[in-house]
T-cell receptor, first 118, second 110 residues
């Protein structure tokens, strides 16, 4: 199946700094990628939809100036958490949209990034 | 709004069957999914079922769907230590419309 690689797997940063997380499709091109956030013992919540060559679409309640998304190529989307605060500590996971064998698209997920802001 | 609920923990003995249950609210979902997340890894699609099906079997995995009650279950036969993971139930219509449950942590005891 399609492989999605996310980097880094974990990161610790100081409060006030920015952190960039990469999501790469390794063996296919992904026009659309998705960024999710997962709090402990909670479900994955969609943050935004990343579209290659255009602006990302953010879900309600997600600050676009805080969570900057860039999808500059068909194999890479980045999420930058700007001016990180401890409440931004979470597990961030990306997925790429692929047309599968069925009538609709499938999602392939990266391994996730655990961000800890101290 | 749309919601998917599942219990947080399940513990089973090695060799027994595991049954993970899930309820959902959006009756218009095309697909119901089961994802597996191992420590340090991303989500792996285990199996999925079309909303117009009642059952799907794939080797040790059996998915049952009760559309009337909006209830989905995943049965893992002959549970092994390698099955230890978090299992996410999800509903959706495409890659862009997937609603996840909070995940059930399956632990295997000897």
């Amino acid at each position: 199946g399609a492989v999605v690689s996310q980097h880094p797997s974990w990161v610790i940063c100081k409060s006030g700094t920015s952190v960039k997380i990469e999501c790469r499709s390794l063996d296919f091109q992904a026009t659309t990628m998705f960024w999710y956030r997962q709090f402990p013992k909670q479900s994955l919540m969609l943050m935004a939809t990343s579209n290659e060559g255009s602006k990302a679409t953010y879900e309600q309640g997600v600050e676009k100036d805080k969570f900057l998304i860039n999808h500059a190529s068909l194999t890479l989307s980045t999420l930058t958490v700007t001016s990180a605060h401890p409440e931004d500590s979470s597990f961030y996971i990306c997925s790429a949209e692929v047309w599968g064998k069925g009538p609709t698209t499938e999602a392939f997920f990266g391994q996730g990034t655990r961000l800890t802001v101290v | 709004g749309e919601d998917v609920e599942q219990s947080l923990f399940l513990s089973v003995r090695e060799g027994d069957s595991s049954v993970i249950n899930c309820t959902y609210t959006d009756s218009s979902s095309t697909y119901l999914y089961w994802y597996k997340q191992e420590p340090g890894a991303g989500l792996q699609l285990l199996t999925y079922i079309f909303s117009n099906m009642d059952m799907k079997q794939d080797q040790r995995l059996t998915v049952l769907l009760n559309k009337k009650d909006k209830h989905l279950s995943l049965r893992i036969a002959d549970t092994q230590t390698g099955d230890s993971a978090i299992y996410f139930c999800a509903e959706g219509s495409s890659a862009s419309k997937i609603i996840f449950g909070s995940g059930t942590r399956l632990s295997i005891r000897p």
